[in-house]
């Protein structure tokens, strides 16, 4: 009997096609879009792997992940985790795992929930605020932004302290980070499959991309337009980031300055494959990666519940 591979996605087309295409080729599996309707709380996964592109915008499908993974389901990316994660979280891993991050300091909320009274509420936080000993840390120019943010939202340069504070009155709910601006000379965001296999695509973030998205990826034919050590550097930073992160499939931003890659952009569960955006080469690249896993996990029996203390009911053999 074939073990299936479902999909969950959003309005993106040339990922799933091809994907799909491409393991259905591999004998022993099956992939196709997931359905889902009514979930019973006694519920078995049909699908042993289940690919998660768009659960940050369906709820219901993170919490049907979740049922999944106790239904003994591999889930890529594991939907509790994902839930849990955030990139202030990202930074103090990667500064401990020897990774370069620019310094970054987290700040609290600007504004708050209409239940949460500041002055009566709040008795946890300094006040006034630390700016100066938070400046001097960070030093300027500066980068402001969601401290769980994505899409480029809310992402402000700041040179100054005016422009700090006009920046963050206007950060309302969002948890920010203040982090070092990175001056870079070259910039690349790599695909890393497995916690394994890492495509390293050089990326220009000041550039429109080709569906008017900020930022666009320049074609190489091979690595060479990398130095060697530098390549190799980031191939490891990479791994070690999706490893200690559990990201079976993430994108990995560098700045790189004065040949040191600094880690910028590390937790993207549902990285960007759009063919259009990616160029077919690394879209091939990415597609094959995608395949190799996931029709690797369909038949090795792996289970996202191994990671928690639940992992037994999950298991048909020891229930
Ligand atoms: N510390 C930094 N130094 C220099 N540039 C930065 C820094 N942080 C962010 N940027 C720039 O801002 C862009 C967006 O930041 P970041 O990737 O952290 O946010 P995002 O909202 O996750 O964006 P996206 O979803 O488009 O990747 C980066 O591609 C980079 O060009
Ligand atoms: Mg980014």
Known sequence: MSERIGLLVGWEQSFPEAFIERCNKVPGVE???????????????????????ISQEVKHYRFYLKAAALGGA??????????????????????????AVPRTMMLPQKDYVPGIIKDRSLRNLEYPLGWEQIVDYVRFPAILKPADGG?????????????????????????????EFIDFEDY???MVVGQNDVVVMQYNPKLIGPTGLRGRYIQHDDDTWLDK????RIVDDS?????????DMNSVEFAIKDGVP?????????????????????FDLCIDLMVEFSTKVAKNGARTATRYPWADLADPAKR
């Open 262 to 282: 600094y880690a910028i952009d590390f937790t993207n569960p549902a990285p960007d494959m759009h063919i259009e955006h990616l160029g077919p080469r690394y």
């Open 151 to 179: 899409g480029w939202k809310d992402v402000t340069v700041v040179r100054n302290a005016a422009e700090l504070l006009a920046a963050y009155d206007a950060s309302g709910l969002n948890v920010m980070t203040l982090q």
């Open 74 to 99: 591999y889930c890529i990316n594991d939907p509790l985790w994902w839930s849990a994660d955030d990139k202030f979280f990202g930074y103090s891993l990667a500064s401990r795992l020897g990774v």
């Open 31 to 53: 992939a196709e879009l997931a359905k889902l309707g009514g979930t019973p709380e006694k519920f078995t996964s049909p699908y042993r792997v289940l690919i998660d592109r």
């Open 188 to 190: 690349t965001r790599c």
């Open 229 to 232: 050590k530098l390549y190799q």
């Open 239 to 247: 791994i070690k980031l999706c490893r200690a992160l559990g990201y």
